[in-house]
């Protein structure tokens, strides 16, 4: 068979190739043959603090530039979306604080804070830090303060742990 001949007939094979996997494919998709886009970065938002710029959406995909397709009280509308920065909202103190919602999403927070509950509200804080090692049981000495919240608030090594009452900075054993 010479190279003249043959060349139809490879390209007849190759578009036959190409006709039944797009049937296979049509068929495992249940007959829509369009390819599924992964959902934008990022997650929305719980409060709607901003002015959508599009309405309407079914998918991310629906939405300008870098924006999520996002369902309010409103419905379905196009936002920025809000990321969850690293690190551990620090425990609550004892009693509440302001109730009034200063933030709603890590994202409205400058830094590296977080946007945490203070027990009534919520408000950017500094996130919380663990040091390496453990706590050692709380001794017999009555100490019934709060010394610190959490580990970053310690020098060097130390870590914040329990006492009797409340809570210090002391060595990691």
Partial sequence: MDVRSSLPWALFLALSAFVNLHFVFAAETGGNATVSVLPKPGHCPRRLNVVPSHKGCECDEHCPADHKCCVFDCGAVCVPPAFTKPG????RRWGFGLCAEFCSDDSDCPDD?????NGCGHECMAPYTVKRGRCAPPQGTPMCAEYCYHDGQCPGEQKC???TCGHACSEPC
Avoid: G
């Fill in 161 to 163: 742990c329990r006492t």
């Fill in 113 to 117: 804070n977080k946007c945490c509950s």
């Fill in 88 to 91: 551990v909202c620090p425990r």
